[in-house]
C-alpha cells in the first residue's frame, strides 16, 4: 500500500511540476508586442515610467494596479526592481486584440 502511495504521489508532483512549465512558457512575455504589467504591492503602474521606458500603455490589466502595455521587453524588465511583473498579455485574459482605428 506505501508503494501505491509513493508512486501515486510522484505522480501528483509530475504533473504539477509540467503544469507550471506550461504556465512560465504561456506567460513569458514576448522579445516585442503586448504585456501585462503586474504591480507585486497592488498600486498602480506609473504612466510616466511606462513612457520613460518607450512602451505604449493600452489598456487597464485584469489585476489591480495592472497595465497592458506595448513595447520591448528588454527594457521594461527592469521593472522587476520596482516590484512589477512583466507576462505575456494573453488576448483570452487581457481584453483581446486592440483595434486601431
Known amino acids: 500500500m ?3 502511495l509513493r508512486k501515486w504521489g510522484l505522480t501528483a508532483v509530475q504533473l504539477m511540476l509540467g503544469a507550471l512549465a506550461l504556465l512560465a512558457v504561456a506567460f513569458a512575455p514576448p522579445v516585442q508586442g503586448r504585456m501585462l504589467l503586474v ?3 497592488g498600486e498602480p503602474v506609473s504612466i510616466a515610467t511606462i513612457n520613460r521606458l518607450s512602451a505604449t500603455p493600452l489598456l487597464a490589466g485584469p489585476l489591480p ?3 497592458v502595455v506595448e ?6 524588465s527592469a521593472l522587476w526592481s520596482q ?3 512583466v507576462l505575456a498579455a494573453p488576448d483570452a485574459i487581457c481584453g483581446g486584440p486592440v483595434s486601431e482605428g
Open 83 to 85: 516590484g512589477i511583473l
Open 71 to 76: 513595447g520591448d521587453r528588454g527594457p521594461l
Open 65 to 67: 494596479g495592472s497595465l
Open 39 to 41: 504591480p507585486l504591492n
Open 2 to 4: 506505501q508503494v501505491a
